[in-house]
């Protein structure tokens, strides 16, 4: 897309990009496009296997190593971002991780010290994030945090198992937190986003098959890392400055359609095979 200035002036921190294929790395670039000036986070893990530092390079931001679910680090982070910027206009979340999904757990045999990790990973560190920027008072009125769930908190497919759980509680937080962030006129939204090829999405067993059914259920097709990009855009833009609380689909239509011709026809063709 070309360049329009919606964030010119904004300032930011992005969580979780990890390399080209992350919905924060689309998120970082479509924000840099558009006039946005961030720090990009990560836990410090992540310097083994991601490849963050060339995005803030290409993207002139700074790096702050920080593990979300520690308090130490965050308070660490904010006190970092109001040397760089003084007060920030936007939070991203994209933080996620399932451990008992990645270590092909069913769900019926969960292990519960994994199970605690995957929601303080995914859920609780929006919470955590949340507090020490208000507490820290590093949020300009007016600002805007965005963090990305999945439809799988409010339906249930099999192999997403306790990830599902992570979401759901990650949208309660969304609805929890904004009643509160009004008084401040800052506000709190989450994208659900269509199943999209990211290494968090590869981790999940039958992932394969949860993006065929979606790309054949949307009746645009799965939304990709870049086309969220330019929607989590809007959503810290001034031009949803009366948007809170939400979790807005975008997902080419998935969590609006009962059932859609390309699941029809080749079931039917089954039917009819059976019955000659």
Same mark, same amino acid.
């Given at each position: 897309?070309?360049?329009?200035?919606?964030?010119?002036?904004?300032? #930011?921190?992005?969580?979780?990009?990890?390399?080209?294929?992350?919905?924060?790395?689309?998120?970082?670039?479509?924000?840099?496009r558009e006039?946005?000036?961030?720090?990009?986070?990560?836990?410090?893990?992540?310097?083994?296997? #991601?490849?963050?530092?060339?995005?803030?390079?290409?993207?002139?931001?700074?790096?702050?190593?920080?593990?979300?679910?520690?308090?130490?680090?965050?308070s660490?982070?904010?006190?970092q971002?109001?040397?760089?910027?003084?007060?920030i206009?936007?939070?991203v979340?994209?933080?996620?991780?399932?451990?008992?999904?990645?270590?092909?757990?069913?769900?019926?045999?969960?292990?519960?010290?994994?199970?605690?990790?995957?929601?303080?990973?995914?859920?609780?560190?929006?919470?955590?994030?949340?507090?020490h920027?208000?507490?820290?008072?590093?949020?300009?009125?007016?600002?805007?945090?965005?963090?990305?769930?999945? &439809?799988?908190?409010?339906?249930?497919?099999?192999?997403?198992?306790?990830m599902?759980?992570?979401?759901?509680?990650?949208?309660?937080?969304?609805?929890?937190?904004?009643?509160?962030?009004?008084?401040?006129?800052?506000r709190?939204?989450? &994208?659900?986003?269509?199943?999209?090829?990211?290494?968090?999405?590869?981790?999940?067993?039958?992932?394969?098959?949860?993006?065929?059914?979606?790309?054949?259920?949307?009746?645009?097709?799965?939304?990709?890392?870049?086309?969220?990009?330019?929607?989590?855009?809007?959503?810290?833009?001034?031009?949803?400055?009366?948007?809170?609380?939400?979790?807005?689909?975008?997902?080419? #239509?998935?969590?609006?359609?009962?059932i859609?011709?390309?699941?029809?026809?080749?079931?039917?063709?089954?039917?009819?095979?059976?019955?000659?």
């Amino acid at each position: 897309m070309e360049r329009s200035g919606l964030l010119k002036g904004k300032k #930011g921190v992005v969580f979780g990009a990890l390399n080209e294929s992350s919905i924060a790395w689309a998120i970082a670039k479509a924000a840099h496009r558009e006039g946005a000036q961030f720090a990009l986070s990560n836990a410090p893990v992540a310097k083994r296997f #991601g490849t963050m530092e060339g995005l803030a390079e290409s993207v002139g931001s700074p790096v702050i190593w920080a593990d979300a679910t520690k308090d130490a680090d965050l308070s660490s982070l904010f006190d970092q971002l109001k040397e760089y910027y003084g007060q920030i206009d936007f939070i991203v979340h994209a933080i996620g991780m399932g451990v008992n999904v990645r270590k092909r757990r069913p769900y019926e045999k969960l292990n519960y010290d994994w199970y605690a990790k995957t929601l303080d990973v995914s859920a609780i560190s929006l919470h955590r994030i949340v507090h020490h920027a208000m507490e820290s008072q590093a949020l300009n009125e007016g600002g805007s945090i965005l963090t990305i769930s999945y &439809i799988g908190a409010q339906r249930s497919f099999s192999h997403y198992s306790e990830m599902g759980d992570a979401k759901a509680l990650l949208e309660s937080i969304v609805r929890t937190w904004g009643a509160r962030l009004g008084e401040h006129r800052i506000r709190i939204n989450a &994208i659900s986003q269509s199943p999209t090829q990211t290494t968090a999405g590869q981790g999940i067993s039958g992932f394969d098959a949860m993006f065929e059914f979606g790309q054949n259920m949307s009746p645009l097709g799965n939304a990709d890392a870049d086309s969220c990009g330019d929607y989590a855009v809007t959503l810290l833009s001034d031009l949803t400055r009366m948007v809170t609380m939400q979790t807005l689909y975008h997902d080419g #239509g998935f969590s609006s359609i009962g059932i859609t011709d390309a699941m029809v026809e080749p079931m039917m063709r089954m039917l009819n095979s059976d019955e000659s």
